[in-house]
């Protein structure tokens, strides 16, 4: 499995990203998928997860009402919209499929990641 994401970008405080993330194989639609960050000297962690058919998912306390994530199974694609951004949502950001089709927030259950696109909110 091969992920490629991309859509990030220097914005401003208060602006909007949509982050994407092509995976390659015939079965991405089995796959849960999740999104993480990691800033400048912290660990990376959890931003948004979804399962395998849209139907259930997870957000970071410090996103929710502000990021949604969605997925095309047509198009494997997976997306992270962000809207309202902060400063301190600037990072890297990482998605990541699990072959098993739920939802997870544990980075170690999701066995392919991408090269990261670095998102930077200026304030």
């Known amino acids: 499995v091969q992920l490629q994401a991309s859509g990030g970008g220097l914005v401003q405080a208060g602006g909007s990203l949509r982050l994407s993330c092509a995976v390659s194989?015939?079965?991405?639609?089995?796959?849960?998928m999740g999104w993480f960050r990691q800033a400048p000297g912290k660990e990376r962690e959890f931003v948004a997860t979804?399962?395998?058919?849209?139907?259930?998912?997870y957000y970071a306390d410090s996103v929710k009402g502000r990021f949604t994530i969605s997925r095309d199974n047509a198009k494997n694609t997976v997306y992270l919209q962000m809207n309202s951004l902060k400063p301190e949502d600037t990072a890297v950001y990482y998605c990541?499929?699990?072959?098993?089709?739920?939802?997870?927030?544990?980075?170690?259950?999701?066995?392919?990641w991408g090269q990261g696109t670095l998102v930077t909110v200026s304030s």
């Open positions: 990541a499929a699990k072959i098993t089709g739920w939802a997870s927030t544990a980075p170690d259950d999701f066995g392919s």
């Open positions: 194989g015939p079965t991405f639609s089995s796959y849960g």
């Open positions: 979804i399962s395998w058919s849209g139907d259930s998912t």
